[in-house]
């Protein structure tokens, strides 16, 4: 069997939803919450569920404390957000892989529904989160304003996907949410224009969607006109004018957010801030695992 986290701060709205989505799947549900201040906490204890919270830090970090400090069942985990849900056809997918002992982890691709649409096209489906591992194989760094995963070990990918309902809240906290991110991405970007570079062969030649999603991400950071070129990229070369008006919405929202992060790069050059983000993407403790692979994230 698998367990399955759930992570977790002001979901009200999507809570529920989620517990229902698994509860009749897996025999342990974990809610990892970072201290609610709304009712996130009291709905989850209405379900046989074990709570547990954490004060946030980041993605990364929260989720490595997570996966070293929260005892499970069983050996094979998986993570839920509040505001995706799981299916019985990805559970069982889930369920066959980890018994299949032929991969540590395995990635799951996401559908965005926004809007009340799948966003099909322009979120570049099929996109790919690490969602299923063996504990203990797979640990959590920070990169921008989310997480990547760090791992060694075989990966692979599932064919099931999960629903991602990223406007459930509604857009003012998509639109609060996407400010805050904007912060850590800008941080990210500055120091990956400082330190890093454009992977060509993963680029060009990568062997996953992973790996050429995440090449492209790197060389998207040193295009002029970002904003204007991932809006015209994601409506017309991905096929975003084929998603109705959620897709325009989409696209158009993702523009800006690209805009407000440069906007805060040159905000942090003004400070004279150097290389203000340091390589989280290490082990929790090197010594006992010195031969990793890292697994990067748009």
């Known amino acids: 069997m698998i367990s399955i986290y759930i992570l977790t701060y002001n979901e009200q709205v999507d809570i529920a939803e989620c517990i229902e989505s698994v509860i009749n799947l897996s025999?342990?549900?974990i809610v990892v919450d970072s201290y609610s201040s709304d009712r996130t906490v009291e709905i989850a204890s209405h379900y046989p569920v074990k709570v547990v919270q954490h004060e946030f830090e980041s993605h990364g970090k929260q989720r490595t404390w997570m996966l070293k400090n929260i005892p499970t069942k069983n050996k094979w985990?998986?993570?839920?957000?509040a505001d995706e849900r799981m299916t019985p056809?990805?559970?069982?997918?889930?369920v066959a892989a980890s018994q299949s002992n032929e991969a540590i982890g395995y990635y799951v691709a996401e559908r965005v529904i926004f809007m009340g649409r799948w966003i099909r096209r322009s979120t570049q489906y099929p996109r790919y989160q690490m969602r299923l591992f063996k504990k203990g194989e797979v640990w959590f760094g920070d990169y921008g304003h989310t997480e990547r995963e760090i791992y060694s070990g075989a990966i692979d990918f599932l064919k099931e996907t999960y629903p991602h309902y990223t406007s459930g809240k509604g857009l003012s906290r998509w639109i609060d949410k996407h400010n805050r991110y904007s912060t850590d991405e800008a941080k990210e970007t500055l120091y990956q224009l400082q330190q890093g570079g454009v992977n060509w062969k993963k680029l060009l030649f990568g062997s996953t969607e992973v790996e050429r999603r995440r090449a492209l991400k790197d060389l998207s950071l040193r295009i002029p006109l970002r904003p204007v070129v991932r809006w015209f990229y994601m409506y017309f070369i991905l096929g975003g004018i084929l998603d109705g008006k959620a897709g325009f919405a989409w696209c158009t929202l993702q523009a800006f957010y690209e805009y407000l992060i440069l906007l805060k790069v040159d905000e942090l050059r003004?400070?004279?801030?150097e290389s203000p983000y340091p390589n989280s993407l290490k082990y929790p403790d090197p010594e006992e695992s010195p031969n990793t692979s890292e697994s990067l994230s748009l």
């Open 27 to 29: 025999d342990e549900v």
């Open 77 to 81: 985990v998986y993570i839920l957000e």
């Open 89 to 94: 056809e990805l559970f069982d997918e889930c």
């Open 270 to 273: 003004e400070t004279n801030l």
